[in-house]
């Protein structure tokens, strides 16, 4: 589908359905802190998902639809997300899963806990459990609220989910956590070290339709 406007409150952002013939769910996905919808990590998650029949509804955050640096407020992001749920469930079938990279997925883990959001799992690429250099798991904390299965996808290298760390905190959740070879944060990998055959983003959405498989 072409892309169309997401309108909400004051608010006016770039929104696109890539809706599959016989779509077995929908993902709505949010872009990390630095990159828009149109980041090539995106499109990459988002032509994975349609390989495996999962439509996608990507939006801009108002900051970045604005040319702004700075991250929304965690109620503005909230906010963006419920509308862009509300825009999927309007246009394309179920049922819903919501995720995002970096900052867009924990802005999801908090949009499904401060607006109650019926969804039916969350995906999380790059969970920023922490900023780099200083582990913590106080980004999780809400977390424990959530009832829904989640599904977190992090890179052996990701400075910003220390492993002992994100696994502690996802066996707490009782939630689904698959380490990606050799990736970063933004899933550059070591190819030389690299075991898989395959490139990150089919590992990727391998573990997503697997997920969205089980928990439908």
């Not at 990590?41 to 994975?48: A, M, P, R």
């Not at 390989?51 to 963006?80: C, H």
């Not at 070879?181 to 550059?188: I, S």
Request: charged share 20%; aromatic share 8%; hydrophobic share 40%.
């Amino acid at each position: 589908m072409a892309e169309q406007r997401l309108k909400f409150d004051e608010y006016d952002v770039t929104a696109r359905i890539d809706k599959v013939t016989d779509s077995i769910a929908t993902l709505v996905f949010a872009h990390g802190a630095g990159a828009s919808m149109h980041h090539g990590t995106l499109e990459e998650i988002t032509h994975k998902c349609n390989e495996s029949s999962i439509s996608v509804l990507r939006f801009n955050f108002p900051y970045m639809e604005a040319g702004k640096n700075r991250t929304d407020s965690q109620a503005v992001a909230t906010l963006t997300i419920k509308a862009a749920l509300e825009l999927a469930q309007k246009n394309v079938s179920g049922p819903y899963f919501l995720g995002g990279h970096s900052f867009g997925g924990r802005m999801a883990s908090h949009a499904v806990v401060d607006h109650d959001l019926d969804v039916a799992g969350l995906v999380f690429c790059s969970f920023p459990l922490h900023t780099p250099k200083k582990p913590g798991i106080a980004r999780a904390e809400h977390m424990d609220a959530i009832k829904v299965p989640m599904l977190f996808l992090s890179g052996t290298r990701d400075g910003m989910a220390q492993r002992e760390l994100m696994n502690g905190v996802v066996t707490r959740l009782n939630a689904e956590l698959h380490w990606l070879d050799t990736a970063d944060h933004g899933y550059k990998v070591l190819k030389r070290t690299r075991q898989r055959t395959d490139d990150v983003f089919s590992e990727m959405g391998g573990y997503i339709s697997a997920f969205v498989s089980a928990s439908i």
